[in-house]
């Protein structure tokens, strides 16, 4: 798991992030807005940590903008921010958990891995609104006909649908669908791009391979 932590107090960064780091958890840290906005439009996290009191911008900005830039990537608050009408501001934009410093670690800790769970399921799956959409049975649902992947095809296309607009550098992929560090000589990426190819013939999606860059996906409006 890839976490954004959005925090200015280099303290807490240091200690949330030795904490999460031995719990598994890749920690990017981003103590200003406009750093963090730049890091999470990478498309590659899998949570976003996010203190209201930046230096910079207020965190209810940066939790407006990673909402209308049609991030779906779960945004967990944390703040000494105790006001209701906060939390319910927080909700409204977006947020999908809200939890008050002072925190105990442990709680944080669980709240992480139950969004992490619940977005693994379809509410948090790419989406093209009318063209496409992923479903927790790696399907993928056009307007006319449902694709059935296996497991590895369906994330690594959905990583690229996450990314669309994109050339997708071939080690992200590595990376983030095979969990490679780094690139062992593989040709995995080459055949399931040949089976998703296959599999993908006549629907709205078509996968461009951009020679000594990555891959794009495309989509076609319907």
């Known amino acids: 798991m890839r976490v954004l932590l959005i925090e200015d107090n280099e303290r807490l960064v240091a200690a949330l992030g030795q904490g999460l780091r031995e719990e598994g958890i890749d920690v990017v840290a981003a103590g200003e807005a406009g750093v963090a906005l730049a890091r999470a439009a990478r498309g590659d996290l899998d949570l976003v940590v996010l203190d209201l009191g930046l230096p910079d911008r207020d965190g209810m900005d940066v939790l407006r903008d990673l909402r209308s830039s049609q991030s779906h990537v779960p945004i967990l608050v944390l703040t000494a921010r105790d006001a209701v009408e906060s939390r319910v501001q927080a909700l409204n934009l977006g947020a999908d958990d809200y939890l008050l410093k002072p925190f105990a670690f442990a709680e944080l800790l669980a709240r992480i891995r139950a969004l992490s769970r619940r977005a693994a399921g379809p509410r948090w799956s790419p989406r093209v609104e009318g063209v496409v959409s992923f479903?927790?049975?790696?399907?993928?649902?056009?307007?006319?006909?449902?694709?059935?992947?296996?497991?590895?095809?369906?994330?690594?296309?959905?990583?690229?649908?996450?990314?669309?607009?994109?050339?997708?550098?071939?080690g992200d992929i590595l990376r983030e669908v095979f969990g490679y560090v780094s690139d062992p000589g593989t040709n995995a990426i080459d055949v399931h791009l040949t089976h998703l190819r296959r599999k993908l013939a006549g629907t709205a999606l078509t996968l461009e391979t951009i020679r000594g860059v990555g891959i794009r996906v495309k989509v076609e409006e319907r």
């Open 135 to 170: 479903d927790d049975e790696h399907g993928v649902q056009f307007a006319d006909q449902r694709v059935l992947l296996s497991p590895r095809e369906h994330a690594m296309l959905a990583y690229l649908v996450r990314r669309r607009g994109e050339v997708v550098p071939r």
